[in-house]
């Protein structure tokens, strides 16, 4: 099945009847595409584990229109409901407990589920044609192989995947990295991934600052993939590197590896003939937008070595910061 116009009725129409029957769709969200099945049957999330090649005691975010449809999958704290009425449709993926029996494969057998209402149109006119079938969630990792490189593009995907899934097209994904987990278990929210709106801003929409998934009372941190050492990685290395070191470090690398092996992502181009070379924006929104496509462009084009310039400590940086550092870990 070939890349299809998110936007396009017959097209939304084909996957949700694809999603009722247990099937996977790929489609595009605001933060990265999404690999999705109906969340409340096992047999179709055990289609995206075996196709991602996920562990199956990972667990997935489930994607609803809104609270209301939350509420089939979760109990909804005080806390959580605050969080659904500040940031949805948005991308904020909330953790509450779950209800007893319902979403087990997705939630990886946690008694707690992760829950997002995505903000782009083609997610949520999927998720409004899939509750026509009274399918109310969609599980949604990232649509990539586990531990790789997240799609913000359509084609992105079926390089992944290959034709024979069905990607619902959006256009390049706005934020570009994912969204921001955080835990309304409790009383206090804590952030288990930082995301594509900032700590900061998180704080100011709840009026209350968030702790480090480590903080807080007894409440053991669940598992989250995206906090594994190595994830988010291409093929070639990725090292990040503190500008004033970068034409040393460059020097190094090319000696090693020639000039067509490596690519550097910085602000300012270096001083070096024959090497990829792509400006990073000054600020944390523009190179989130790009930072996946960047490094999925220099794998299509056979880099081994790419040097990232390291980003400001800035606080909007965080997770930016997160995905790149991940990037560069070394690989299990
Ligand atoms: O922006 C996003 O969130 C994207 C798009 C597609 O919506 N989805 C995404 O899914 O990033 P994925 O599977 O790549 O990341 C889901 C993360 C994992 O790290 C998982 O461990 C965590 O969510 N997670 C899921 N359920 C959880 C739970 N009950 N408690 C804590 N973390 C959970
Ligand atoms: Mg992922």
């Known amino acids: 099945m070939p890349i299809l116009s998110g936007l396009d009725t017959e097209a939304l129409r084909h996957a949700a009847r694809r999603l009722a029957d247990d099937g996977l769709v790929a489609f595009a969200t605001e933060t990265v595409y999404g690999l999705g099945a109906r969340a409340d ?5 055990a289609g995206i584990f075996s196709l991602k090649g996920r562990p199956v005691d990972h667990p997935l975010i489930v994607h609803v229109l809104d609270a209301p449809a939350a509420a089939h999958f979760g109990q909804l704290t005080p806390l959580s409901l605050r969080l659904m009425a500040n940031c949805w449709p948005g991308p904020v993926s909330v953790v509450v407990p779950r209800r007893a029996g319902v979403a087990t494969a997705a939630a990886g057998g946690l008694p707690t589920v992760a829950l997002r209402c995505p903000a782009h149109p083609v997610a949520r006119e999927l998720l409004r044609h899939c509750q026509a079938h009274g399918v109310h969630g969609l599980a949604a990792p990232s649509a990539n192989r586990f531990g790789r490189t997240s799609p913000t593009q359509a084609s992105h995907v079926r390089d992944e995947f ?37 700590r900061e801003r998180l704080a100011q929409l709840l009026d ?13 941190v669940p598992k989250v993939s ?6 988010y990685a291409p093929d070639a290395a990725v090292h990040l590197v503190a500008a004033e070191h970068l034409t040393q470090w460059l020097a ?32 944390a929104e523009p190179a989130a937008q790009q930072l996946f496509a960047v490094l999925r462009d220099w794998d299509s084009c056979g880099v081994s070595i790419i040097g990232v310039e390291q980003p400001p400590r800035d606080a909007s940086w965080e997770g930016v910061l997160d995905r790149l550092q991940r990037a560069c870990a070394p690989r299990p």
């Open 208 to 220: 209350a600052p968030l702790s480090d998934a480590g903080a807080g009372p007894a409440s053991p």
């Open 226 to 231: 995206g906090s594994l050492a190595s994830h």
């Open 252 to 283: 190094q690398q090319l000696a090693a590896h020639g000039p067509s092996s490596v690519a550097v992502w910085s602000r300012e181009r270096p001083a070096v003939q024959g090497i990829h070379w792509r400006a990073m924006p000054q600020a």
């Open 41 to 45: 049957h096992d047999a179709a999330v």
């Open 162 to 198: 290959g034709d024979a899934l069905t990607v619902l097209d959006g256009g390049p994904c706005e934020a570009g990295i994912e969204s921001a987990i955080v835990d309304a278990t409790g009383d206090r929210p804590r952030l288990l991934r930082p995301g594509s709106w900032s």
